[in-house]
């Protein structure tokens, strides 16, 4: 009898374990969990005046984590000493913020945290939490709205600052160099669309911000621009607009240095356009040198002969009215050697150019000693012209569809600024495509205000094509690839044939550009496009 029980037991106990496991490991396991996590309180509670703690803590029904919190989490008036947030990595049940700055007085402060905050398992976000409080006895409640638009680009950047400054008696345009907006929000990842809330009443410049190091504060050198053209005053109703654009950098000349035998290079931020180097020291009469363009940095490499039996050079480099003097240490080292490159290879466009460089300045060439045949042997003619800046020989001659081109240049052809010369013959093979593998398209413009630049791009925004129009009439672009083009139009107000960017401290917005649909372009085909401003 107790035998038996003992087994009923055993065997009771043996099927509930495997009932209890069975359930456990269901597949489907019910339909899956995309509840955000719940906040169950916060000390201080969200919008708590006379704010004086130095803790903030806010407590979920579930375990939470935090992710990208350095990106997300947006503190409006920006604090000059971070706060300490956790946890940085892990699971926890509540967040906490431990603040170090010192909090200004009678002022409302919002924790944006964007969608940072995320259930431990399944990364449900819970979306755009603002945490507020008011060191004084009220909670300022006044906002402002509106989008950012990229000034060239379809799309803008990403984590855009939006950033309003107090002008009172100290404001000052540089302010945006040198200080901390007093109100800042962030379009974050999907948005731009802005809303700075939690405003007192004021007067305010807006401007927008991709800030490259996150400190708040306007760099040329690293970060986009936008503002307003003229002051706001909240409170207010409208809905603004910003335009978000690089600078084009201050010249400035950076200290030059040696790189080779008789080459010394000149950086340079900015327009190198108009920038003199003027050597100071004592020259022999048979000194010469020249200036050329480095074709990857921002460099000018200034070559000059005779060798110097000296340890320094002393120059003169100018622009405008900017001058700067430098001393260049010399040093015995190794000229550089005569070498050629070539642009295009393979394939030549019907209206490209062949230019031939070199790694050494060049001086002449024999035109006699080049040869220029397509595929039937036929001598081609061609004419040249010398790029000095860019070191470069530009050939022009016309062409024809589908066929090859052999250019030759014999031994010696060139000879560069040290009297060294080409020892082998150089020969390099073009070709052209049918026109059948090319499509194109001709716009009609409908309401056009002149002079305009039409542009075809890739999606991502990169120039393939572009046009410059200043009379009413249609644009074509032949020898089209095949594939999908975006259309963009520069509102070419000065007519100088490019993009203008703009200015902050000059208050200079970048030219209007305008975007329209996308076209595809098929080999062997033409299309008509109506383009219709407003």
């Not at 170090?100 to 979306?127: K, R, V």
């Not at 708040?216 to 207010?236: C, E, G, L, R, W």
């Not at 490499?301 to 405008?320: A, C, E, G, I």
Request: charged residues 30%; hydrophobic residues 30%; aromatic residues 14%.
């Amino acid at each position: 009898m107790n035998k038996t029980l003992s087994n009923f037991i055993l065997a009771f106990s043996i099927g509930f374990i495997f009932i209890n496991c069975a359930n456990r490991g269901t597949p489907g396991g019910g339909p899956k969990d995309e509840t955000p996590p719940k906040i169950v309180k916060s000390e201080p509670e969200n919008y708590k005046t006379n704010f004086k703690g130095n803790e903030i803590r806010i407590y979920f029904d579930e375990y939470i984590k935090i992710k990208d919190i350095s990106k997300q989490l947006i503190i409006s008036p920006p604090m000059k000493k971070k706060p300490d947030v956790s946890p940085i990595s892990g699971a926890s049940r509540f967040i906490s913020l431990k603040i170090y700055d010192t909090l200004q007085p009678n002022t409302t402060y919002a924790f944006n945290f964007g969608n940072s905050i995320t259930d431990h398992n399944e990364g449900n976000p819970y979306p755009y939490y603002r945490y507020v409080f008011s060191t004084g006895n009220y909670i300022d409640s006044l906002s402002i709205k509106g989008n950012i638009t990229d000034a060239l680009l379809k799309q803008p950047e990403t984590f855009v600052n939006v950033a309003l400054y107090e002008v009172n008696n100290t404001f000052t345009d540089s302010i945006v160099f040198k200080e901390t907006p007093k109100y800042v929000t962030n379009t974050l990842d999907s948005l731009t669309t802005f809303s700075i809330d939690n405003l007192r009443p004021g007067k305010y410049l807006l401007m927008a911000l991709k800030d490259g190091n996150n400190d708040n504060k306007f760099q040329q050198k690293t970060d986009q621009i936008a503002y307003h053209k003229n002051y706001i005053t909240v409170p207010s109703d409208s809905s603004y607009s910003l335009r978000l654009f690089k600078e084009e950098r201050n010249y400035k000349a950076t200290r030059p240095r040696l790189l080779a035998g008789e080459k010394i290079a000149f950086g340079y931020e900015g327009n190198y356009e108009d920038m003199r180097i003027d050597i100071l020291s004592e020259t022999p009469p048979e000194f010469e040198y020249r200036i050329t363009k480095d074709p990857k940095t921002d460099t000018l490499n200034y070559w000059y002969k005779p060798r110097l039996k000296v340890d320094t050079l002393n120059f003169k480099v100018s622009k405008n009215k900017i001058e700067n003097k430098f001393t260049v240490r010399i040093s015995e080292q190794k000229r550089d050697t005569l070498d050629f490159k070539t642009e295009p290879s393979g394939n030549i466009g019907y209206d490209e150019d062949f230019r031939i460089s070199a790694t050494t300045p060049l001086s002449s060439f024999k035109i006699s000693k080049i040869f220029m045949v397509d595929k039937d042997s036929t001598t081609v003619s061609f004419k040249t012209r010398f790029d000095t800046i860019n070191n470069a020989y530009v050939f022009q001659f016309d062409k024809t569809e589908d066929n090859k081109y052999t250019i030759k240049v014999l031994p010696e052809a060139f000879e560069d600024f040290y009297g060294n010369r080409n020892k082998d013959t150089l020969s390099y093979n073009l070709s052209t495509r049918k026109t059948s593998d090319f499509g194109y398209v001709r716009f009609t413009l409908v309401n056009a205000t002149y002079p305009l630049i039409i542009q075809l791009t890739d999606k991502k925004g990169i120039l393939k094509e572009e046009r410059f129009t200043k009379k009413d009439n249609t644009v074509d672009f032949l020898n089209l690839d095949s594939g999908m083009y975006s259309i963009r139009v520069i509102h070419d107000a000065n007519g100088n044939q490019k993009f203008d960017t703009g200015n902050y401290l000059k208050k200079i917005q970048p030219e209007k550009v305008s975007h329209f649909k996308e076209i595809e372009i098929r080999a062997d085909w033409g299309i008509q496009e109506t383009l219709e401003f407003r």
